[in-house]
Nanobody, 123 residues
Framework: VQLQACGGGLVQPGGSLRLSCAYSGFTWDYYVIGWFRQAPGKEREGVSCIASSDGSTLYRDSVRGRFTISRDKDKNTVSLQMNSLEPEDTAIYYC?????????????????WGQGTLVTVSS
């Protein structure tokens, strides 16, 4: 199983970034791809996730309405469109996968992780 996140960078407050997670190495019928982030000195937290079964999504409260998760099953990618970015969104962002139907933002459910991509929101 491999996951690779990309798309991070430096953006001003109020700006936008689009992260992408390319995944491969498995052929499960059902799985959930999640985005997580870890800011300096803080614990990792779930940001959003999407189910392969029906496209159901979940967002943490602080990003709902600003971030949108989407999938392209043909390309095996999941994207996270981040708008109206705030300095508090600064973190390393990771994508991860869990096999099955459970949609959750709790990181202990996810068993394979990609490397992170750094998002810095600063003027």
């Amino acid at each position: 199983v491999q996951l690779q996140a990309c798309g991070g960078g430096l953006v001003q407050p109020g700006g936008s970034l689009r992260l992408s997670c390319a995944y491969s190495g498995f052929t499960w019928d059902y799985y959930v791809i999640g985005w997580f982030r870890q800011a300096p000195g803080k614990e990792r937290e779930g940001v959003s996730c999407i189910a392969s079964s029906d496209g159901s999504t979940l967002y943490r409260d602080s990003v709902r309405g600003r971030f949108t998760i989407s999938r392209d099953k043909d390309k095996n990618t999941v994207s996270l469109q981040m708008n109206s970015l705030e300095p508090e969104d600064t973190a390393i962002y990771y994508c991860a996968v869990t096999r099955g139907l459970l949609i959750s933002l709790q990181d202990h459910y996810y068993h394979d992780w990609g490397q992170g991509t750094l998002v810095t929101v600063s003027s």
